[in-house]
């Protein structure tokens, strides 16, 4: 039987605008096995994993648990537990990095403050500071979620620590599992579909230099589906890798009076100025596929298609 991320590849369902959504990401070290919805199924208590989801809520921050490559046997919890937290948005995107022997600490945190992009609150409950080594990559292992994420995954996680690259973590669950192997890169938030060991080692060169690989790209977790793909339209136009360079301002829904599929008007800011009307319309890939190894039911992934993309006047963009 062909797996969920097969039949996407065979047959090539794109994959611009599929990122999780996330302005802060909050990743806690926890090895072991994982459940399908890892924070109250692994070795974690599962009273604090409901507890961070209830607080992590309606904020921006997305919670994940993390582990290193490897075999995973099940050894016990760690007296000492890495941590990490990575704020996305354009101009203000950071890495900072944490331990603690106790996880209940992450309750000391202003959820709401964290997802605003305030380090502050990470720093002071938990001595956090500054990551000083290179960017993470965190790859989808999590086989409990999908199949796909750990026969993909997990050797793609591998084969990048045993080649030297640093900064590789497992992670728990990113998404779009039928574009296995899927990665995280931070501090920028940008995710990749369908990765490789080269890729990777690009996009992870690339961080360092402060710019943005486009091959796999799915979109920045800064930005809701629709501003994933808008933006990654206009980098792909105006050739534009620099990381910090743009950002999504506004995204309006188009009126639609025909009971056609949604369709918005994203408008995408360089920080030199220009400004771009991008119109994104929801499609549905077909034929009919299983959209996880998890269930047989048939249906079609949604898709969100770039129609047009328009550097805007500054008479237009005053109007």
Same mark, same amino acid.
């Given at each position: 039987m062909s797996t969920c991320a097969t039949v996407s590849r065979d047959f090539d369902e794109p994959i611009s605008g599929t990122a999780a959504t996330a302005r802060t990401w909050l990743l806690l070290e926890?090895?072991?096995p994982w459940g399908a919805r890892a924070l109250t199924s692994s070795h974690l208590d599962p009273a604090l994993g409901r507890a961070l989801e209830a607080a992590a809520k309606g904020?921006?921050?997305r919670i994940a648990l993390i582990r290193r490559p490897g075999r995973h046997a099940d050894c016990g919890t760690p007296a000492v537990r890495r941590l990490y937290a990575a704020h996305t948005t354009p101009g203000n995107a950071w890495l900072h990095t944490a331990t603690t022997a106790d996880p209940e600490r992450l309750l000391d945190l202003d959820f709401g403050a964290l997802g605003s992009g305030d380090h502050?609150?990470?720093d002071t409950a938990l001595q956090g500071r500054p #990551? %000083?080594?290179g960017p993470l990559a965190l790859v989808c292992t999590n086989g409990k979620r999908d199949r796909c994420c750990a026969l993909l995954g997990r050797p793609l996680a591998t084969e990048l620590a045993t080649s030297g690259v640093g900064g590789i973590w497992e992670v728990t669950h990113l998404g779009g599992h039928r574009f296995s192997p899927t990665v995280l890169v931070l501090p920028y938030g940008y995710a990749y579909g369908r990765a490789e060991t080269h890729t990777v080692k690009e996009v992870l060169h690339g961080v360092q230099e402060g710019r943005?690989?486009?091959e796999g790209c799915r979109g920045s977790s800064a930005w809701e589906r629709p501003g994933q793909a808008a933006e990654l339209a206009v980098r792909t136009a105006v050739r534009e890798f620099a990381a910090d360079a743009l950002s999504v301002v506004r995204t309006e829904n188009a009126v639609r009076t025909d009971g056609a599929a949604p369709r918005?008007?994203?408008?995408?800011? #360089? %920080?030199?100025?220009?400004?771009?009307r991008v119109v994104v319309a929801q499609g549905a890939s077909l034929p009919p596929r299983p959209e996880s190894c998890g269930t047989s039911v048939l249906g079609a992934p949604a898709r969100m298609d770039v129609v047009a993309v328009r550097e805007l006047t500054p008479t237009a963009l005053a109007s």
């Open positions: 926890q090895p072991g904020t921006g921050v502050r609150t990470f #990551h %000083t080594g943005i690989v486009l918005w008007e994203v408008t995408v800011a #360089h %920080t030199d100025g220009r400004h771009w």
